[in-house]
């Protein structure tokens, strides 16, 4: 996730939240998250948290699906059933919002350097409101009939849990669903107010790690070298066009290069740099063009530098994944859904996000239609503030990155509650 996402036909007038307020445990509960974050396969600790929420609202709890994640089914008379997912794992990022329950949690990935480890990306909000829905679900059972599989997944950030959920048996060891559901908290709106992607809802991502060779040296002879720093500068600048001349305008995509590492001393030249980039898009095959273009920007570049064919750069990429995709006729129920429930000025528009998520593969897997919404989570005053010309307000991903805990959760219970009574309606 992370990116502030363009609103469509909204104004600062229409946007005035009535006041909400999350029970004062969820809150509790969602600061105590917020404050203690776990990185990817290691969330045991938010894990057992769900686990306990879930059996003391009477719901069977199986845990360690996936590694580390958790399902808790809730079986309530015939009827269809829904699949509710919410995200666990935090970020390697060092948190600078000041709060006073700031994380100052600290994780690895595997055998990797220790580093700060924050909630940027809002999943502290996701398993809060997933226990606020369960213990809806359980409390007013005479209000919907079927059952709901609530799902707690590991390592949304490496777009790795769904899968290893799935392939531990998520849909043949538990009911399988009929709707599949998720929310994701946004910095886009304020806290109060929700989106439902019509259809795309997020991008496909690609992780690619590159390495620039070059022949090292003296930094006072460079001539008696080929300079990998040089070159990478020289690559990093070169993809530009792939998105600027070479992408069709009308076809969303992008390119970062988020990490670049090379050299040990200022007056050493080294023998390579390596870029980690991200690549983003809607289409595989426009995905897998991106791809192509990076690999031949970086070897003409190095072989512009006189680097021999031993030398070229060397490319590993993850596997082209899917793009988020809502399914319409259920994207467009629940939105007029949420608008009865909250009133129209809360349901928003929002331009598609290029950010990514697993949440497709449940629906993909399962074959049944699947819908993830927005849920606003910037406070009032400062949404006012910045669409009045002041501050900005940090994105997902950001180290101040902050949602205002109790309307975003409110909102999210209410919304979540809501989808299930339209879904598992009582006849």
Same mark, same amino acid.
């Given at each position: 996730m992370g990116r502030i996402f363009g609103i469509v036909g909204l104004t600062a007038g229409l946007l005035a939240v009535p006041a909400l307020a999350a029970p004062v445990d969820l809150v509790t509960l969602y600061k105590d998250l917020h404050a203690h974050p776990e990185l990817s396969f290691e969330e045991v600790r938010s894990a057992g948290i769900l686990a306990a929420e879930a059996r003391a609202a009477g719901f069977e709890v199986t845990e360690k699906v996936g590694r580390t994640g958790v399902v808790a089914v809730l079986r309530?008379?015939?009827g269809p059933t829904v699949l509710i997912r919410a995200d666990m794992d935090g970020l390697p990022v060092k948190e600078a919002t000041g709060l006073p329950y700031a994380s100052t949690a600290m994780g690895r990935y595997g055998n990797g350097p220790l580093?700060? *480890?924050?909630?940027?990306? @809002?999943h502290d909000?996701?398993?809060?409101?997933?226990?606020g829905t369960a213990r809806w679900l359980a409390e007013n059972r005479r209000r919907w009939r079927g059952t709901v599989v609530m799902v707690g997944q590991p390592a949304e950030e490496g777009l790795g849990g769904a899968r290893a959920m799935i392939a531990d048996g998520l849909f043949t060891r538990f009911p399988k669903p009929d709707f599949a559901l998720a929310l994701h908290d946004s910095a886009a709106i304020p806290a109060g107010t929700v989106s439902v992607p019509p259809l795309r809802a997020l991008s496909?991502?690609?992780?690619?790690?590159?390495? *620039?060779?070059?022949?090292? @040296?003296?930094g006072a002879y460079p001539a008696t070298t080929k300079d990998p720093v040089a070159l990478a500068a020289r690559i990093v600048t070169g993809l530009q066009p792939l998105i600027s001349r070479e992408n069709d305008p009308f076809q969303p995509a992008v390119i970062t290069v988020g990490s670049i590492h090379g050299g040990t001393r200022s007056n050493i030249i080294p023998d390579e740099v390596t870029l980690q980039l991200t690549i983003r898009s809607y289409d595989a095959r426009q995905q897998q063009r991106l791809l192509d273009g990076i690999a031949r920007v970086a070897r003409?570049?190095?072989i512009a530098a006189g680097l021999p064919d031993a030398l070229m750069p060397v490319t590993t990429t993850s596997p082209v994944g899917v793009p988020?995709?809502?399914d319409t006729p259920l994207a467009t129920r629940l939105k007029a859904q949420f608008a009865a429930r909250l009133g129209t000025v809360r349901v928003v528009d929002l331009d598609p996000s290029m950010a990514s998520?697993?949440?497709?593969?449940?629906g993909l897997e399962a074959k049944v239609p699947s819908v993830i919404y927005w849920l606003g989570g910037v406070p009032q005053a400062k949404w006012d503030a910045a669409q009045a010309g002041g501050p900005a307000?940090?994105?997902l991903h950001n180290s101040g990155w902050a949602p205002d805990p109790a309307p975003t959760i409110a909102t999210g219970v209410e919304t979540m509650t809501a989808a299930v009574e339209l879904l598992l309606p009582v006849k």
């Open positions: 309530n008379g015939k580093t700060p *480890v924050m909630h940027a990306c @809002g909000i996701h398993m809060t409101v997933w226990v496909i991502s690609s992780s690619m790690e590159m390495v *620039v060779k070059g022949i090292g @040296g003296h003409g570049e190095a988020t995709l809502n998520e697993d949440f497709q593969y449940f307000i940090p994105s």
